[in-house]
Nanobody, 113 residues
């Protein structure tokens, strides 16, 4: 089970940090995805159990994913937020890249202009 938290309302240019904790054995890959109204869910960031990270260009340089070593706890530090970052953010945990994995309940971020 994944528990995500940290969403809220922030002004454009602001910062926010999301947290996600998962129970059970250590997952190989944990990450964040987001879904804006009327859009498909998209990748935000992933991190492996060895610390390898992956970001799409839309957030690269602004968002940083980190993980507590040997734990199923990940953080997403979001800086220089833009209105287009507004979405529901979902935490995901899985053991192989193409697994569906487990999903958290989602936490909502609204960035006002």
């Amino acid at each position: 089970q994944l528990q995500a938290s940290g969403g809220g309302l922030v002004q454009s240019g602001g910062s926010l940090r999301l947290s996600c904790a998962a129970s059970g054995p250590i997952f190989s890959i944990m990450g964040w995805y987001r879904q804006a109204p009327g859009k498909q869910r998209e990748l935000v960031a992933t991190i492996t159990s060895t610390g390898i990270t992956n970001y799409p260009d839309s957030v690269k340089g602004r968002f940083t994913i980190s993980r507590v070593p040997a734990k199923n706890t990940v953080y997403l530090q979001m800086n220089s937020l833009k209105p287009e970052d507004t979405a529901v953010y979902y935490c995901n945990a899985r053991n192989r890249p193409f697994d569906v994995g487990s999903w958290g309940q989602g936490t909502e971020l609204t960035v006002s202009s």
